[in-house]
């Protein structure tokens, strides 16, 4: 009989993957922790009722779903605005284990643990470092944005995890340089835009990043592909994900004779307008929207229009606005966006409101503005990345910030919720600025006292 021994090394190895398992399954039983306590905690305060319904976009979610199932597609609006993907995702969890909406709840908290361990999963496949990608995994852990999303039926958590899918096979496509990863980043990366409308001009960023990232790497490595061969398998993805969301534009064009993802991009541009109008005119927002619709209707009193007018109404008033006053209208989105984009997380009065404790908090917060630190360390990760030559890492990383940090412009008044996939970037930016300042300072410390 052969017996078989491990060396040194293998041995070694086997236990360091041990090591690293085990450290994943902390990281992921301590977030689903945290959240259930949380989720706890909001039941004690509000209730099941406060807590299935914390956001009027969450019972709309709820109805439409409710409605795949039932066979009544009554909530036509609501897929017209958000899109189809979380409507019907919802539908098949309902199917399955009944209309419930507490199991759901468990289960996304689930997802939401597992996103933390894709942060891990894709910041390794980025950077190859054990500190740094354990460190964004559990700054995941701990983000309160992912903790109270994560108990709240809206899009936001499924979205992060699908993006994630996606982003990861994209880069382990690109190294790797294997069909299936891009055909699969592809799928989810369709999948994601139909979850969520904010993902629908992803495809065209899976190029922007693609080519300049398999350009340095081939620098890099002296070999690998010809990059028309990289090219070709990256718009095969882009492909593949924007024919998976193009049967829900067709499907739009179909029913409402719009050819159009979701409208809410529209309506969010609508809104920076009319806030730029209110500025200018200095009147209130909702007395100009409400202008817009009688002046289409020709009738004072009426203000009663359909999806497919209002649509109409909102796309021309836009764009007639932003030709009249580019520069207010351009101000008012640079300024939205870098509200959103410092935003402090303001779902606790909603879903903790007996605790005075976080809601003084948050005021200390924004009162010594510590809510721009996030975007100030972000920043120092970029350009650490510049200083050490990690082109690749700051081409994926800077690109999901960018990409992200462009569209929040269009949705105020939402906290740091519209920013909650740019936690994919920051999370792994400042633990790169922290991992890089502790080996500095213990160098620094090791020649000063040595």
Not at 36 to 61: C, E, H, T
Request: with cysteine; proline share 3%; hydrophobic share 50%.
């Amino acid at each position: 009989m052969r017996i078989s021994h491990s060396t040194p090394a293998e041995s070694s190895r086997w236990q360091k993957l041990i090591i690293i398992h085990l450290d994943l399954l902390l990281i992921f039983i301590i977030a689903v922790i945290i959240r259930i306590i949380f989720l706890s905690l909001s039941l004690n305060q509000i209730g099941y009722d406060g807590l299935m319904y914390a956001s009027p976009d969450a019972k709309l979610y709820v109805n439409m779903g409710k409605s795949l199932v039932n066979g009544t597609n009554s909530f036509e609006h609501g897929f017209f605005i958000f899109g189809p993907g979380f409507a019907y995702f919802l539908a098949s969890f309902f199917k399955l284990f009944g209309k419930g909406l507490f199991p759901y709840i468990l289960f996304q908290i689930i997802v939401s643990g597992m996103s933390c361990l894709l942060i891990y999963r894709l910041c390794m496949e980025l950077t190859d470092s054990y500190r740094i990608s354990i460190l964004s995994a559990i700054l995941a852990v701990i983000s309160y944005t992912s903790i109270t999303l994560s108990i709240v039926i809206l899009s936001d958590t499924v979205y992060m995890f699908v993006f994630l899918l996606s982003l990861i096979y994209l880069v382990r496509g690109l190294r790797k340089m294997r069909w299936r990863y891009f055909i699969i980043c592809g799928f989810f990366a369709g999948l994601a835009g139909l979850i969520r409308s904010i993902g629908q001009f992803w495809p065209l960023m899976i190029l922007l990043m693609g080519i300049p990232y398999y350009h340095f790497q081939y620098r890099r490595l002296k070999s690998g592909a010809k990059m028309k061969t990289v090219v070709f398998r990256l718009v095969t993805a882009a492909i593949i994900a924007t024919l998976i969301m193009s049967f829900w534009v067709i499907r739009n064009y179909r029913v409402h004779d719009i050819p159009a993802l979701a409208s809410a991009g529209v309506m969010g541009a609508a809104k920076v307008a009319a806030l730029s109008l209110e500025k200018i005119e200095n009147r209130p927002m909702a007395e100009i929207r409400r202008e817009w619709i009688t002046e289409y209707t020709g009738h004072p009193e009426s203000t009663a229009v359909s999806l497919e007018e209002s649509f109409h109404i909102e796309i021309d008033k836009t764009r007639e606005t932003f030709f009249k006053h580019p520069g207010p209208m351009l101000r008012r989105y640079i300024g939205l966006t870098w509200d959103n984009l410092n935003a402090t997380n303001f779902y606790h009065r909603i879903l903790l409101p007996q605790c005075q404790f976080l809601l003084k908090l948050e005021h200390k917060i924004n009162h010594y503005d510590l809510n721009f630190l996030n975007f100030w360390i972000s920043l120092t990760g970029m350009v650490v990345l510049i200083i050490r030559r990690q082109f690749r890492v700051l081409i994926i990383l800077g690109g999901v910030y960018i990409y992200y940090a462009l569209l929040i412009g269009f949705n105020p008044w939402q906290g740091s919720r519209v920013f909650f996939p740019g936690q994919i970037a920051w999370t792994m930016l400042i633990s790169i600025v922290l991992v890089n300042l502790y080996d500095f300072l213990k160098k620094y410390l090791a020649r000063r006292y040595s």
